[in-house]
């Protein structure tokens, strides 16, 4: 394909989500629909960025992934306001489409993008056998749902029935099917995951700086993905409503990063890597999220040990969350400065080695005077910060 022909394409892709990220908000004002489904707007980041790199570098799958799956979830979206009423013309076909869409936008992205980020590659020619799992799970998922008898599990004000429905027995081994590609998908994740890992392994300078940006977003998605897989299987579906506000804020933490997170990620890592430092970003999330947490677990712990304790006295909790709140205060500074100190020490251990060399030449500065004692231990702080290739002093002479 040419760049003009890609260009084309790839700006006409992302012009057709617009048509339908804003032709779905009227459709939901005029259905009284589901204010979610409005929200397809959200998914504008993947089409962006899969239109900018698809255009600069055709050749490059990661761009392309990103728009078509970013075309699908827009389609899927308007074709599910379209069939919620039933008695629309083609409403049947429209819920057709809907009902296998999903694996198109989810699996795309989720599949394949691991396996061939940053430069559109696959690690080695072996690494086909998993794309053929990949596209053999997408194939399996669309054809056992697309082709499924019976009621088309879509949010419609009556049931739709599946207009391309098979019965007899190979209705019932598409249900089989189904089962099949959810297990190969599964299994694709997996591989796409140690592909990813393997590439950050021996990756070097550029590319390590690309692959690090999108292993940090992946890595982040999965503590609300996690979030979710635990409150289900602890509590199902009958959630308390303190948990079920934290399994909200999880889904959409989770949608945020991934519609969001990930293709921005994407962007700056394939198109402007260079303006941003991913191991300051890497830094600040450590130290801030254990801040949180800590920070968290001390005003919740204050908050109860401090109304069992004055309970009899105050016969209410605002005294114990004000006293709670000031000693939260009180300790932010020093929890995130012990924090920092940590993360520094464990994992940026160059840094916090040069803060410690640069802290005791201060100090040796306030006791020595000898000018020539200090211009050595000057160029020796500085070979062990900077490490360059060659330190020269040069002292000017008093006049």
């Not at 979830?73 to 013309?89: C, E, H, I, K, N």
């Not at 053999?136 to 499924?148: E, L, P, Q």
Request: with cysteine; hydrophobic share 55%; glycine share 10%.
């Amino acid at each position: 394909m040419s760049g003009r022909v890609a260009k084309w394409l790839a700006w006409s892709l992302f012009g057709f989500f617009v048509i339908l990220a804003l032709a779905t908000p009227v459709l939901v004002a005029v259905r009284h629909g589901n204010a979610s489904d409005a929200l397809v707007a959200i998914g504008i980041g993947f089409a962006l960025v899969g239109a900018l790199v698809a255009s600069r570098q055709p050749a490059n799958a990661a761009g392309w992934l990103l728009l078509v799956a970013a075309v699908a979830l827009g389609l899927d979206t308007f074709m599910t306001v379209y069939a919620s009423r039933a008695s629309s013309p083609g409403a049947a076909w429209a819920g057709w489409l809907t009902s296998w869409l999903l694996f198109v936008w989810l699996y795309l992205p989720a599949l394949f993008l691991t396996l061939v980020f940053p430069a559109g590659r696959l690690l080695s020619r072996r690494w086909r056998t998993v794309v053929g799992l990949g596209i053999g799970a997408v194939a399996a998922n669309v054809v056992g749902t697309a082709f499924a008898p019976g009621v088309l599990e879509i949010p419609a004000d009556r049931p739709i029935h599946n207009p391309l429905g098979v019965g007899g027995p190979v209705g019932g081994a598409l249900s089989w099917l189904s089962g099949a590609g959810e297990l190969l998908a599964a299994g694709t994740l997996v591989l796409g995951g140690v592909s990813l890992v393997l590439r950050l392994r021996r990756s070097r300078g550029r590319e390590r700086r690309q692959v690090t940006w999108f292993a940090y977003v992946c890595m982040l998605a999965l503590v609300p993905f996690v979030v979710l897989a635990v409150v289900s299987l602890v509590a199902g579906d009958d959630l308390p409503p303190w948990l079920n506000v934290a399994a909200l804020i999880a889904w959409w933490s989770l949608v945020a990063l991934v519609l969001v997170g990930l293709p921005l990620a994407i962007g700056v890592a394939i198109l402007r890597h260079h303006l941003y430092d991913i191991d300051v970003v890497i830094n600040r999330t450590l130290v801030y999220g254990a801040l949180t947490l800590t920070l968290g677990a001390s005003y919740l712990g204050s908050v109860l040990l401090l109304q069992l304790v004055l309970n009899p006295m105050t016969q209410g909790s605002d005294l114990a969350v004000a006293m709670s709140t000031l000693a939260v205060a009180a300790l932010f500074r020093p929890a995130r400065r012990r924090i920092q100190l940590l993360v520094d020490r464990r994992f940026f251990r160059r840094r916090y080695d040069a803060a410690r060399t640069l802290q005791a030449f201060g100090a040796l500065l306030r006791d020595q005077l000898d000018v020539d004692a200090l211009g050595n231990d000057l160029q020796s702080v500085v070979r062990d910060t900077m490490q360059p290739t060659q330190v020269t002093l040069w002292l000017r002479g008093s006049r």
